[in-house]
C-alpha cells in the first residue's frame, strides 16, 4: 500500500491513495460458453502485480484457467446456496472482501440480485447469453460487457496454452485426426453414420481417433480424458479435429488446431468457435443425411 502523509496545522493526516484491489469474477455455463468468454475473462487480469483476479466457475472449467490468481468450483464455495439454504459461514466474508465481482451468475434471478443488493456486495451482474436475435459473435458480446468496465486490447479469440510437456505426455505415436461426435444437444448432432462415412475417407491418410467428453454418452473405442485441460492438450496434437456446435468444439478450436466445426439449428455467426483454422460447415435437419455446406 503507498501513503500519503500531509503536515497540516501541526497535525499528521494519514490518506490512502493506492489500495490493492481484489477483483472476482463468476463465470457459470457449459464449456463452450466459458471458452468463449475466456478473452473477456483474460480482459479483467489486473495490470497491477499488486491486483489480483480470482475467478469462480463450474469445477469442471478449473483446469483451463490458467492466467487469475486464484481459480475455485463453484460449488466449493457455497454460492448456490446463497439465497435458498444457510451458506457456508465464510461465504459472506469471502465475497465482502472483493473490491469488484463482475458476475454472469444469477443476472436473470430478481431475488438473488435483491439479496445482494441488501448485503452491499460490490456486484456487477452480465447478462450470461447474448439475446434471441443477436448478430454479435458471442466472444464479442462478452468482450463489450468487459470493455464496460476497463480497456481492452483483445482479438475476441480464445486460446488454451499447452505447456509442451504436458502435450508430450499425452503424444501419439502416429499422426491423427480427432472426430467428436457429441454435443450437449441431440438435436446438434450430424448423424452418427455421416461422421462413420467421414471417418473412412479420412482413414486413407490419417488414423481416426473418436473422442468423447465429459458428459458425453458411452462410445466404444473412444478416447475419454475428463480433464479439460488434458483433453485440450491431447487435441492439440492432431492434423485435423472434427465434430459438432459443441463444448469440445471450441476447446478443441482453442489450442489451435484445425478444426471443421459442423452447424446444424445453431447460428454459426453468433456460436461458431473462432481462430485462424477454424471452418465452418452448415448442415439442416432435413437433409441431415447429406454432406453439409461450407
Known amino acids: 500500500m503507498d501513503s500519503l502523509w500531509i503536515k497540516r496545522d501541526r497535525a499528521l493526516l494519514f490518506l490512502r491513495y493506492w489500495a490493492h484491489v481484489r477483483r472476482l469474477a463468476i463465470r457459470p455455463g457449459a464449456i463452450g460458453d466459458f471458452i468463449v468468454s475466456l478473452p473477456a475473462l483474460e480482459c479483467l487480469v489486473p495490470r497491477s502485480a499488486q491486483d489480483t483476479l480470482e475467478i469462480w466457475t463450474a469445477t469442471a472449467h478449473v483446469p483451463l484457467v490458467r492466467f487469475a490468481d486464484r481459480v475455485r468450483g463453484i ?3 457455497g454460492l448456490d446456496l446463497l439465497g435458498v439454504a444457510d451458506p457456508p459461514a465464510r461465504l459472506l466474508e469471502d465475497l465482502a472482501g472483493f473490491d469488484s465481482i463482475v458476475s454472469w451468475y444469477g443476472t436473470n ?3 438473488f440480485r435483491a439479496l445482494i443488493a441488501s448485503l452491499g456486495l460490490p456486484f456487477t451482474f452480465f447478462p450470461a447469453l447474448p439475446a434471441a436475435g443477436a448478430d454479435v459473435s458471442a466472444a464479442d458480446f462478452y468482450l463489450r460487457q468487459v470493455r464496460s468496465l476497463t480497456d481492452c486490447a483483445s482479438d475476441g479469440i480464445p486460446r488454451i496454452a499447452c505447456r509442451p510437456e504436458d502435450a508430450a505426455e499425452l503424444s501419439e505415436s502416429a499422426d491423427f485426426a480427432v ?3 457429441f454435443s450437449g444437444s441431440p438435436a446438434k448432432n450430424w448423424p452418427l453414420d455421416r461422421f462413420r462415412a467421414l471417418a473412412r ?5 490419417l488414423t481416426v481417433r473418436w473422442c468423447a467428453g465429459p458428459n458425453d454418452p458411452s462410445f466404444a473405442g473412444a478416447v475419454r480424458i475428463d480433464d479439460l485441460y ?4 491431447w487435441i492439440s496434437q492432431a492434423r485435423l479435429y472434427v465434430g ?3 463444448g469440445i468444439t471450441h476447446l ?7 478444426v471443421l466445426a459442423l452447424f446444424g439449428p445453431s447460428d454459426p455467426a453468433v456460436w461458431a468457435p473462432r481462430g485462424a483454422n477454424v471452418r465452418v460447415a452448415t448442415w439442416k435437419a432435413a437433409t441431415a443425411d447429406r454432406e453439409p455446406r461450407g
Open 109 to 111: 434471478r430478481g431475488e
Open 252 to 258: 478443441a478450436a482453442a489450442t489451435g488446431v484445425p
Open 179 to 181: 472426430i467428436h461426435p
Open 201 to 205: 475417407g479420412l482413414e486413407r491418410r
Open 75 to 77: 460449488a466449493s464455495t
Open 230 to 233: 488434458r483433453l485440450a492438450c
Open 244 to 246: 459438432n456446435d459443441s
